[in-house]
């Protein structure tokens, strides 16, 4: 199993952390926006992670802006945006393309290719849900799941 997360924007919540528990790796699809955010997943599993528009330091520039995985026979391309994907995915073989940005879930196939955005497990925006994902590898195919986090609302400001 491999946890996929992404725009974090510098928040580990504790419910990120106990549904990423179990997992071999962890996929980061960028904003991060905190080095401290990677070494607490890095508690769990490897990770393995990409910059996005908001990392910034010296720490961020260490990060690719894309970069692919092998998942078990499976060739995955993660990066930040998908609007700054470059190749075609059918095309050069990619089982899955990850990515983050949008902060909205999503999980979609098109052309034969995962295409999967597990929304943003930092700070809520608007009414999005707080979520990651969980990918399985079987045998070179991926199954995707969103797992929405139950997080409390933030308490109101006196």
């Known amino acids: ?31 991060v926006c905190a080095a401290d955010v990677l070494a607490t997943l890095r508690e769990i599993a490897p990770v393995l992670a990409v910059r ?18 092998d998942l078990g026979g499976a060739r995955v391309h993660l990066l930040h945006d998908l609007h ?4 075609d995915p059918a095309r050069e073989g990619y089982a899955a393309v990850i990515t983050g940005h949008s902060h909205r879930p999503k999980i979609e196939r098109r052309d034969g290719v995962l295409y999967l955005n597990p929304g943003s497990a930092g ?8 979520s990651l994902a969980r990918l399985s590898v079987v045998r070179k195919a991926l199954r995707a799941r969103i797992v929405e986090l139950a997080v409390s609302p933030p308490s109101p400001r006196r």
């Open 1 to 31: 199993m491999v946890g996929v997360i992404s725009d974090t924007h510098g928040l580990v919540r504790p419910e990120a952390l106990a549904a990423l528990r179990g997992v071999r790796l962890i996929l980061h699809a960028g904003d």
């Open 52 to 69: 996005g528009n908001n990392d910034r330091g010296d720490w961020a520039r260490a990060l690719p802006t894309s970069r692919d995985v």
């Open 84 to 87: 700054a994907l470059t190749v």
């Open 123 to 130: 700070p809520r925006r608007f009414t999005l849900p707080v």
